[in-house]
């Protein structure tokens, strides 16, 4: 069973740009949650999505969005990217949201 | 205040000794879970838990509900356990993941 996939791995960008990032659950999973590492700020929880909706959100600003496909697969855009921004983004997923989670890779963004 | 907190911040110990980090939270709760990150950043989760206590080899976890408290164990630590520790509890408001800051714990051979 394929675990779950994050793409691109390393993204370069400057400021003001845009990103889009991607994750595959594992096959069966519904629930795919978006989530912020940073080393100052540790794990910080960007958004969760189940059967297409956002079912919760974490406290940061419209910049960030994301979206979940009807195979589960999930996306997260960021828009006029700041310095700030750069960190390691990592998904979850889960079969429903609530039992065990299985991340990602990650996806190590740097805004230049 | 944080809602989910952990202690220690950083651990050092010896190959074999007993370990505990512990997690206490201040929302309802509807499980907690122990996740495990090495250096590179690939996170994996250890247990999750809604009372009681859970065991995998040497990795023991244990939850107080009424405390609002977890302690995640390590016995007969290696130098392969060295990796960042962290909780986080599932809030039964909302569903949401609350994490805490994590432990760096670093198992000396």
């Known amino acids: 069973k394929a675990g779950v996939t994050q793409t691109p791995r390393y993204l370069i960008k400057t400021r003001g740009q845009q990103v889009t990032l991607s994750c595959s659950p594992i096959?069966?999973?519904?629930?795919v949650s978006w989530y912020q590492q940073t080393p100052g700020q540790g794990l910080q929880f960007l958004f969760e999505?189940?059967?297409?909706?956002?079912?919760n959100k974490g406290n940061f600003p419209g910049r960030f969005s994301g979206r979940q496909f009807s195979n589960s697969r999930s996306e997260m855009n960021v828009s006029t990217l700041e310095l700030g921004d750069s960190a390691l983004y990592l998904c979850?997923?889960?079969?429903?949201?609530?039992?065990?989670?299985?991340f990602g890779s990650g996806t190590q963004l740097s805004v230049l | 205040k944080n809602e989910v907190e952990q202690s220690p911040q950083n651990l050092t110990a010896q190959e074999g000794e007993f370990i505990t980090i512990n997690c206490s939270y201040s929302?309802?709760?509807?499980?907690l879970h122990w996740l495990q990150q090495h250096p590179g950043g690939g996170i994996v989760s250890l247990f999750m838990?809604?009372?009681?206590?859970k065991k995998h080899g040497r990795l023991i976890a244990t939850i107080n509900i009424q405390e609002k408290h977890s302690s995640l164990h390590i016995t007969a630590s290696h130098p392969r356990d060295s990796a960042v520790y962290i909780c986080?509890?599932?809030?039964?408001?909302?569903?949401?993941?609350?994490w805490g800051a994590g432990t760096k714990l670093i198992i000396k051979p």
């Open positions: 986080a509890a599932r809030m039964d408001s909302n569903y949401q993941l609350i």
């Open positions: 979850a997923s889960s079969f429903q949201g609530g039992e065990k989670l299985f």
């Open positions: 929302v309802g709760i509807s499980a």
């Open positions: 838990l809604s009372s009681g206590k």
């Open positions: 096959s069966g999973h519904r629930s």
């Open positions: 999505y189940f059967s297409e909706t956002q079912r």
